[in-house]
Nanobody, 129 residues
Framework: QVQLVESGGGLVQAGGSLRLSCIGSGRTFSMYAMGWFRQAPGKEREFVAA????????SHADSVKGRFTISRDNAKNTRYLQMNSLKPEDTAAYYCASDLGTRYDPNYRPTLMDEYDSWGQGTQVTVSS
């Protein structure tokens, strides 16, 4: 059974930093692209960042580009989201996800929720002004 567990969320002041981690089990995650999404209260879940199975290719949403960085360590089955220069509008629950694994492309890093089939329980990030 696939399991993803996020950690690293918390309360931080605007301008601060956090690093989220997502550790997986039940799947050979080095074969899957991974993504981070977030959902603020009353809003739809939105794409934040994605990384290819090898870690060689990444994508970041325009709203976080230059501030957030996605990475992965396949030897540890762990994905990271380094978040710098945090803003109050970054406040949300952050979820990591593993893609469907149907595309054998080392550069593939999907940005749509429908392209992911396994999700973590989320970790809350709150940025105070």
């Amino acid at each position: 059974q696939v399991q993803l567990v996020e950690s690293g969320g918390g309360l931080v002041q605007a301008g601060g930093s956090l690093r989220l981690s997502c550790i997986g089990s039940g799947r050979t995650f080095s074969m899957y692209a991974m993504g981070w999404f977030r959902q603020a209260p009353g809003k739809e879940r939105e794409f934040v960042a994605a990384i290819s199975c090898t870690g060689g290719s990444t994508s970041h949403a325009d709203s976080v580009k230059g501030r957030f960085t996605i990475s992965r360590d396949n030897a540890k089955n762990t994905r990271y989201l380094q978040m710098n220069s945090l803003k109050p509008e970054d406040t949300a629950a952050y979820y990591c996800a593993s893609d469907l694994g149907t595309r054998y492309d080392p550069n593939y890093r999907p940005t749509l929720m429908d392209e992911y089939d396994s999700w973590g329980q989320g970790t809350q990030v709150t940025v105070s002004s």
